[in-house]
């Protein structure tokens, strides 16, 4: 009798050391899942993974690399108005609740969403650029990446740049199109007004989370010493 309650208390013993075992190996993987999640992508070996999708086209961060560098670009005008010898202390700052770096991650896929939807609505409606739009669009085109191929970090080339300005180009032009035509200013339909908020509901949209949120705005194009 003995010996059999001996065995029995083995038996569980064992079952309960695999149990742990495999609680432990479940908590192993799940944290180490989550800590890649967190992990900053490298921009320039993720440019294929997709950072949202509207109305069925998906916006890659080959395609949202335009928005990076003018993001990054515009908030590091403000960086050194806040603090000029450590700029990279502003990025890490709370404004309205909310982490600079944070905040301009957010604009940036904003910003590309908002333009994908202008820029289809404007496809649908058959707009043309004029020669003079055209010119202007070259123009633009040609600084913007001189500028940005200096430090080369985004991974883009040139194509993919032109091709992102020329969408918002389209975009814009029927955001002022369409902004006349429901009576209200073109800065009601920006990405962050509230005419655009009402006609985003409208659209199919969607933000891969997993890959927005480990983009480390703020260090993708800007090196701190």
Do not use: C
């Amino acid at each position: 009798m003995e010996k059999s309650t001996r065995s029995a208390r083995r038996k569980r013993s064992w079952i309960f050391t695999i149990i742990l075992l495999l609680i432990i190996v479940g908590i192993s993987i799940g944290s180490s899942w989550q800590t890649k999640q967190r992990q900053q992508l490298v921009y320039t070996e993720s440019l294929d993974k997709v950072a949202a999708s509207v109305n069925g086209t998906k916006l890659t961060l080959r395609e949202i690399a335009f928005y990076v560098a003018y993001e990054e670009a515009e908030v590091e005008k403000q960086a050194f108005a806040y603090d000029a010898e450590h700029p990279k202390k502003y990025w890490g700052i709370r404004l309205n609740k909310t982490y600079v770096y944070a905040a301009a991650r957010n604009a940036v896929i904003q910003m590309a969403i908002h333009d994908e939807v202008f820029y289809e609505m404007a496809m649908q409606e058959e707009i043309e650029l004029t020669d003079d739009e055209t010119q202007t669009l070259k123009a633009r085109t040609n600084e913007f990446w001189q500028d940005l191929v200096e430090d080369g970090l985004l991974g883009v080339q040139e194509a993919d740049i032109a091709e992102t300005m020329r969408r918002i180009a389209y975009a814009e032009k029927y955001q002022s199109i369409y902004a006349q035509m429901e009576g209200a200013s073109y800065e009601d339909y920006d990405f962050s007004g509230d005419a655009y908020s009402k006609l985003l509901e409208k659209q199919d949209y969607s933000i891969n989370k997993n890959v927005v949120k480990r983009l480390g705005v703020g260090s993708i194009t800007l090196q701190y010493s």
